[in-house]
């Protein structure tokens, strides 16, 4: 059974740090690209960031850039994202998504909530 779990998430004040996990089981996750995405109040669910099977960094959103870091433990199938100068625009679900970029399989966890508010 494929899983991914998305912890981490709370309220934070702006300028405030934050780190998300995103815990994978049931496939082979050193295999897989992973990325975050996040949706906003009343807004389409963005990407966030993207890296590579081997820890490559392949994309950040330009809104996240300098601020935020993706990483991934292929030993504990884990991936993160450090969230730190946090906005209240960053206020969000944020997803973790895996894609197999050699045969296009996907999977999505169910979100964690992020607040960025004083």
């Known amino acids: 059974q494929v899983q991914l779990v998305e912890s981490g998430g709370g309220l934070v004040q702006p300028g405030g740090s934050l780190r998300l996990s995103c815990a994978a089981s049931?496939?082979?996750?050193?295999?897989?690209?992973m990325s975050w995405h996040r949706q906003g109040p009343g807004k389409e669910r963005e990407l966030v960031a993207v890296?590579?099977?081997?820890?490559?960094?392949?994309k950040y959103a330009d809104s996240v850039k300098g601020r935020f870091s993706i990483s991934r433990d292929n030993a504990k199938n884990t991936l993160y994202l450090q969230m730190n100068k946090l906005k209240p625009e960053d206020t969000a679900v944020y997803y973790c998504k895996a894609l197999h970029g050699d045969f296009g399989y996907v999977y999505w966890g169910q979100g964690t909530q992020v607040t960025v508010s004083s």
């Open positions: 890296i590579n099977h081997a820890g490559v960094i392949i």
């Open positions: 049931g496939f082979t996750f050193s295999t897989y690209f």
